[in-house]
């Protein structure tokens, strides 16, 4: 690498803060010039300034910085990173994404890598190291490009018609269309997604409770979401069956304890972390074939009904103070039927439950549970049909309880989950939702599983929308590095060269893939070249193009019968976000950083 790697000067997070730059200053027109006053000039600039080759490699270094940082987290047999923060709290993980989140990276250039690996968690949700990796690969070499005398703008554009070349060819050529996407292909690219990550090892166990989770949660697409699959470029047959899959409609829930072979899936299912208010309550309520068990959800105090502040009442006879109490608890009373009336027979809240209120819904063999999360409640409200309550006072002033606010399901039970309790509420009748429920030995494992798990679900549901694949371990990469090789030879202009170092640069991925399993990247990434020259020149089989990595053997073989295969998504929104981000990066050859008004 020919820019100094600044993180084997330590990580910290403000590593990149603390990063010497090594160009040159300029200081203009400082405020103390003297006459003639710079600011009449139009020159004035209050700040320092940076132009040309100095700010281009600057930018470089800083981003370089970023990527190598994540770049040995990257595959199946990448290492996790450990950050420690100011006050001691401790995130241990794979996930690019959450590693360039943590860090607080101040350089503006390496924020654009920071962003763009954010925006590919929030577009994908899965490919943020390799995101990042792909980026600074290109800025290295479009850097690289510059110094031997290449304009950035010639090279842009050659990034640009390589993307575009890229990307017809993983369209046309790469993806596999599979209709009617069985469980396994699901099972594979779920398994592909956790294979690096803390849940690798158990990666059956957990593929299989990624795929039935998100396919618990189908829903009707609208005309919107199938146009927005067809941008995707799914195959038509997976437009025509029309299903979204809304994956905030999958809730996980973390609960300290046991292994973590022992989390379970609650299909249909809505788990609360929340325990009756009450012993005398109800432990299980289920529903009759004819009415389902009501569920109200309430963001509000149910308590003693009290006199406003300030109002002042002076009672004459002291039997009057009896009847004046005695008016507050059935103030209080009314209220709680008014609920119960409307056919409650679980109140939640996100406020509290004071002792009277609780007595008359033990009374009445109603569970209540207070302090639920507000969030967890909105998800409920929708899972089940239901809305949360904010207020019982209608337009007149007078309170009422709308029974159309209720959700609805089959059961719900209070089940010993660890050391505490939850409420499961089973059979949702509303959009519908599922529960996982993660158990582990520690915080961080139980984090860390979740950030996995959620990986693995955007997979599931990425392929389910668009029914395309593309095989994994380097094999898309290997082959559009050929394709684009080719490709630059039926260019005549300068932007020839700008092309071939962006096929060079695809071979980054499965470079690094090998060196992180300690494996001769050289020879390996040689030998999956020449197999997919093969392929692409000629030769008839056509397994060839699907030549991947062994990562566990060093060896090459069919990734697509071997079962590593990602969506076909990803890879092309992964290539699309980090050649627009080398370009806006490569694009600056001026940097001006005002000082701060005094
Ligand atoms: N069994 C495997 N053999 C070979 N390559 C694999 C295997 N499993 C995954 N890969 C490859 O590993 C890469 C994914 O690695 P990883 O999940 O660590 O990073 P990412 O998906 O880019 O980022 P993140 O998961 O942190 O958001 C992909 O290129 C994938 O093809
Ligand atoms: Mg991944």
Do not use: W
Not at 22 to 31: D, F, L, S, V
Not at 76 to 100: E, F, R
Not at 464 to 483: D, I
Request: aromatic share 4%.
């Amino acid at each position: 690498m020919s820019a100094p790697n600044p993180a084997s000067t330590g990580l910290s997070r403000t590593l990149i803060a603390r990063q010497p730059y090594p160009h040159r200053h300029h200081n203009i027109y400082r405020a103390t010039m003297s006459a003639p006053n710079p600011a009449s000039t139009g020159l004035f600039i209050n700040g320092t300034r940076e132009t040309g080759q100095d700010v281009r490699t600057g930018n470089v270094t800083a981003a370089l910085a970023v990527a190598n940082i994540v770049k040995t987290s990257l595959g199946p047999v990448g290492l996790d990173k450990m950050l420690v923060d100011d006050i001691g709290d401790v995130l241990i993980t794979n996930d690019g994404a959450t590693i360039l989140k943590s860090l607080e990276v101040e350089h503006p250039a390496a924020r654009v890598l920071v962003d763009l690996a954010n925006l590919q968690d929030s577009e994908v949700g899965d490919g943020t190291t390799s995101v990042v990796i792909i980026a600074s690969e290109l800025l290295r070499r479009g850097n690289d490009l510059v110094k031997n005398g290449i304009h950035p703008t010639t090279i842009i554009s050659g990034y640009r018609s390589a993307l575009k070349a890229a990307v017809s060819y993983i369209k046309k050529e790469m993806v596999v269309h599979v209709d009617n996407l069985g469980d396994e292909h699901l099972m594979n690219a779920a398994r592909t997604s956790m294979s690096s990550k803390i849940i690798g090892k158990e990666s059956d166990f957990f593929s299989k409770m990624a795929v039935d989770a998100v396919k618990s949660v189908k829903m009707t697409a609208t005309a919107a979401d199938v146009a927005g699959y067809e941008a995707m470029g799914s195959s038509t047959s997976a437009t025509s069956n029309k299903h979204k899959y809304p994956l905030s409609a999958i809730h996980i829930l973390k609960a300290h304890g046991k292994s973590s072979m022992e989390s379970h899936l609650i299909d249909g299912g809505f788990a609360i972390n929340a325990m009756r208010a009450a012993q005398g309550m109800p432990t299980m309520v289920e529903s009759t074939p004819e009415a389902p068990v009501k569920i109200a959800m309430l963001d509000m105090n149910l308590q003693r009904h009290r006199m406003g502040m300030g109002v002042q009442v002076i009672v004459k006879d002291p039997a009057e103070i009896e009847n004046i109490k005695k008016r507050e608890m059935d103030i209080t009373k009314e209220r709680i039927n008014k609920i119960i009336d409307a056919g409650a027979k679980v109140v939640l809240t996100t406020k509290g439950v004071d002792d009277l209120c609780m007595k008359y819904f033990v009374e009445a063999g109603i569970i209540c549970a207070r302090r639920c999360v507000r969030e967890d409640l909105k998800r409920l409200a929708k899972a089940t049909g239901g809305r949360v309550v904010t207020t019982m006072a209608d337009m007149e002033g007078n309170e009422a309880f709308d029974a159309d606010c209720l959700g609805a399901c089959d059961s719900v039970r209070e089940v010993r989950i660890g050391d505490g309790e939850m409420l499961y509420v089973y059979g949702c009748k509303g959009h519908g939702a599922s529960t996982i429920v993660l158990r582990g030995a520690n915080e961080y494992m139980l984090d860390e599983m979740d950030r996995a798990l959620h990986d693995s679900l955007c997979v599931v549901k990425r392929m389910l929308e668009s029914n395309t694949l593309v095989p994994g371990g380097g094999a898309a990469e290997a082959a559009l590095s050929v394709h684009l090789d080719d490709y630059a030879h039926t260019i005549d202009s300068r932007e020839q060269v700008v092309i071939q170092e962006y096929a060079d640069a695809l071979l980054v991925i499965p470079k690094t893939l090998a060196v992180n399993a300690a494996k001769d990247a050289s020879e390996l990434v040689a030998k999956l070249r020449s197999v997919h020259a093969k392929g692409q020149h000629g030769d008839d089989d056509p397994s060839l193009k699907y030549m991947g990595l062994d990562l566990i053997e060093g060896s090459i073989r069919d990734n697509l019968k071997a079962g590593v295969v990602e969506p076909a998504i990803s890879k092309i929104k992964s290539l699309r976000f980090a050649t627009e981000a080398a370009i806006t990066i490569l694009r600056i050859d001026d940097r001006i950083t005002l000082n701060a008004a005094q």
